[in-house]
């Protein structure tokens, strides 16, 4: 079972990969990677400027708290010179743990500062690989447009293409219907012709296109028998005539004799 099951995983998955292959587009999966990694940056900078912030924040606590320190050594002072031992240390007190409060704020700025400085470096090597891949996306997606066109463009003229396959089948399937509505309309006539099938526009019957038929070859006989008469008659004329243009040719002038003979 777990072997079917495994057969199936792995079937399925290949169709899936197949057919995501197919569905996928280069130009668009290049456009939102590079959205991906301009999401990124964005993400690299606002985390700078909270950095930034967090910073300028403790800078300012830092600040309220040394004039702190400077109040309440001030107020220690005038403690001790109006005779308030006791005011005076209480105010010493505060100023030592305000003292250890700024000592802390130093090392958390320290870290932010340092945290600042390597967001800044990744932002700027960030945008640096960006930059480089926005160049080779356009790149690449002009090469693909190129290949793209081209294998449109030979598909069209080799008929490889689905709507030139269309087409070219479109056009067998037509001129095979068109044979063979020819070749039903040949035999229509041929039986019509025989007899076979009655042509039921017409009023003439089967019988009245025999009749007709035995009269077009009685006609045709007649026709040929006069023919042949004309053309034999014509002969034996040309035939006669041809003999007198003989004879006249071999008779002598009565005049031309009797010179002869006195000669």
């Keep these: 079972m777990a072997s079917l099951w495994q057969r199936f995983k792995m079937i399925f998955g290949a169709k899936v990969s197949s057919a995501l292959d197919k569905a996928e587009d280069p130009t668009q999966t290049l456009d939102y990677s590079y959205e991906q990694q301009l999401s990124l940056l964005q993400n690299v900078k606002r985390g700078i400027a909270d950095v930034v912030t967090a910073k300028k ?18 107020q220690a002072r005038a403690a001790l010179g109006g005779g308030r031992e006791d005011l005076a240390r209480q105010a010493l007190e505060r100023k030592s743990g305000v003292q ?41 997606k002009a090469q693909y447009s190129a ?12 008929g490889l293409g689905g709507k030139m396959s ?20 040949a035999a229509t006539d041929e039986l019509i012709e025989s007899g076979t099938l009655e042509d039921f526009t017409s ?3 089967q019988l009245d296109r025999e009749l007709a038929q035995m009269a077009s070859q009685s006609q045709v006989e007649s026709e040929l028998a006069q023919l042949k008469q004309e053309v034999g008659a014509g002969g034996e004329q040309k035939q006669l005539e041809g003999a007198d243009e003989v004879s006249e040719l071999h008779v002598v002038p ?8 006195q000669a």
Excluded: P, W, Y
């Excluded at 290949?147 to 080799?158: D, L």
């Design 166 to 185: 269309d087409a070219g089948a479109a056009i067998e399937r037509a001129k095979a219907k068109t044979e063979e509505m020819q070749a039903r309309a």
């Design 254 to 261: 009565a005049d031309e004799t009797a010179e002869g003979k």
């Design 147 to 158: 290949a793209e066109a081209q294998v449109r463009i030979n598909e069209a003229a080799t």
């Design 57 to 74: 924040r403790l800078q300012m606590q830092q600040a309220t708290l040394e004039q702190s320190v400077v109040k309440l050594d001030t």
């Design 100 to 140: 250890q409060q700024l000592q802390g704020l130093d090392t958390q700025v320290a870290q932010l500062e340092d945290q600042q400085e390597r967001l800044v470096q990744n932002e700027k090597e960030l945008s640096a690989r960006i930059e480089s891949f926005r160049s080779q996306k356009e790149v690449m």
């Design 203 to 205: 009023d003439r019957t």
